[in-house]
């Protein structure tokens, strides 16, 4: 990769992450319409294997085969930046890209310790959906969870208001009723985020969408995070214990993991 790479360069471009298992791409039209309108806010034209689902699917499961990847859960990482030309102003609105596939590491079913986050705050704009190179709050964060030795760490927006996991969306249950923070809090539109909205509305679950402080959190009867390698619930936050299993849960994991 040039040193001229808008995206090393200038931020110019972004990254999605998808799950191979089961002998397939899990969500893959969803990532592709989240792809898609990333490129269009960033004003990149499309690359060609992102207009065709199928020759996307088959490219990605040719890479997996050809590393002879034969773990069972594959992470797919799809880097998209602006082709080289210009400085701050583009040449050009052609796109380049780079799929990268590894195995999936083992991840814990449960976040034990989970903290809040009191540093960089989280904004929302028309870019903070999707995932992208500038993303200096989340090394921040990331910093802070390990320095004080948590599994989890809970961002917050400008306003105070709850946003999201430093890697992962952000639910919990009261009284039996699913809460989870607006998007306008600045955190990703996560696909599988996505995803349990609807099952919650195949199983008539009452969703709250909104802006919730910390006391709404440490008030539920059970939290959980969700991104593309499942869900997993919290146990202890801010020194508060928590339920490790809820029938929500479980009906939820059956329709979205399945």
């Given at each position: 990769m040039s040193y001229d790479n808008r995206g090393f360069q200038y931020n110019d471009g972004f990254f999605d992450t998808l799950i191979f298992t089961n002998k397939h791409l899990r969500f893959l039209p969803d990532h592709l319409e989240r792809m898609q309108r990333a490129l269009r806010?960033?004003?990149?034209?499309?690359?060609?294997?992102?207009?065709?689902?199928?020759?996307?699917?088959e490219s990605i499961i040719n890479l997996i085969q050809k590393c002879e990847l034969s773990t069972t859960v594959v992470r797919v990482k799809?880097?998209?930046?602006?082709?080289?030309?210009?400085?701050f102003t583009p040449d050009l609105e052609d796109s380049e890209m780079l799929i990268s596939?590894?195995?999936q590491t083992s991840i814990p079913p449960i976040i034990?310790?989970?903290?809040?986050?009191?540093?960089?705050?989280?904004?929302?704009?028309?870019?903070?959906?999707?995932?992208?190179?500038?993303?200096?709050?989340?090394?921040?964060?990331?910093?802070?969870?390990?320095?004080?030795?948590?599994?989890?760490?809970?961002?917050?927006?400008?306003?105070?208001?709850?946003s999201e996991c430093l890697v992962?969306?952000?639910?919990?249950?009261?009284?039996?009723?699913?809460?989870?923070?607006?998007l306008e809090t600045g955190c990703i539109a996560g696909v599988m985020r996505l995803n349990i909205?609807?099952?919650?509305?195949?199983?008539?679950?009452?969703?709250q969408e909104g802006f919730f402080k910390q006391p709404d959190l440490l008030?539920?009867?059970?939290?959980?995070?969700?991104?593309?390698?499942?869900?997993r619930p919290i146990l202890a936050l801010a020194g508060q214990q928590f339920a490790d299993?809820?029938?929500?849960?479980s009906a939820l994991e059956k329709l979205v993991l399945a």
């Open positions: 806010v960033l004003g990149i034209n499309s690359p060609d294997l992102l207009r065709n689902e199928k020759s996307l699917n799809i880097n998209i930046w602006r082709k080289a030309g210009g400085l596939v590894q195995p034990r310790q989970a903290g809040f986050y009191n540093g960089l705050p989280n904004r929302f704009t028309p870019f903070s959906f999707f995932k992208g190179p500038y993303a200096l709050h989340y090394v921040q964060a990331g910093l802070a969870k390990k320095k004080i030795g948590l599994d989890e760490i809970i961002l917050m927006d400008e306003q105070g208001n709850i992962a969306n952000l639910f919990w249950i009261k009284n039996n009723q699913v809460f989870t923070p607006a909205l609807r099952a919650c509305q195949m199983l008539r679950l009452e969703v008030a539920a009867d059970f939290i959980l995070t969700s991104n593309v390698t499942g869900l299993q809820h029938p929500i849960l």
